[in-house]
């Protein structure tokens, strides 16, 4: 059982040319060597495998068509967390905005 989360400051995203599945990775860093990778699946109705925690690295999976939505958010929201939730056997892990204001209107 483990809840946990950091800040996202850096991303990478990338396409393997040699790969048949998993063809995506997205890398997500944090400020003290925390690394969350974002493994995609291009089967909509793939099982996803569950997020896992070793140490300050993180594994989450998600559907390809997830990718673009991912990549909008990086490049427009701040601040981007990663949370860890596995508490009470039922894993609610995801890649979040802060609470913020409606209407906010972000400048960039």
Not at 2 to 13: C, E, G, I, P
Not at 28 to 51: H, I, K, M, Y
Not at 80 to 104: C, K, L, M, Q
């Amino acid at each position: 059982m483990a809840q946990s989360s950091f800040q996202v400051q850096t991303y990478t995203y990338y396409n393997w040319s040699s790969r048949s599945t998993s063809k995506t990775n997205l890398i997500l860093g944090g400020s003290s060597e925390q690394t969350c990778s974002v493994r995609f699946r291009e089967d909509l109705n793939a099982v996803l495998p569950v997020a896992t925690q070793s140490g300050s690295y993180y594994s989450f999976f998600c559907h390809y068509n997830q990718l673009q939505h991912l990549i909008n958010m990086l490049r427009n929201e701040n601040p981007i967390y990663i949370y860890f939730n596995n508490d009470h056997g039922f894993n609610n892990s995801r890649i979040s905005t802060a609470s913020e204001p409606v209407g906010e209107e972000e400048l960039n």
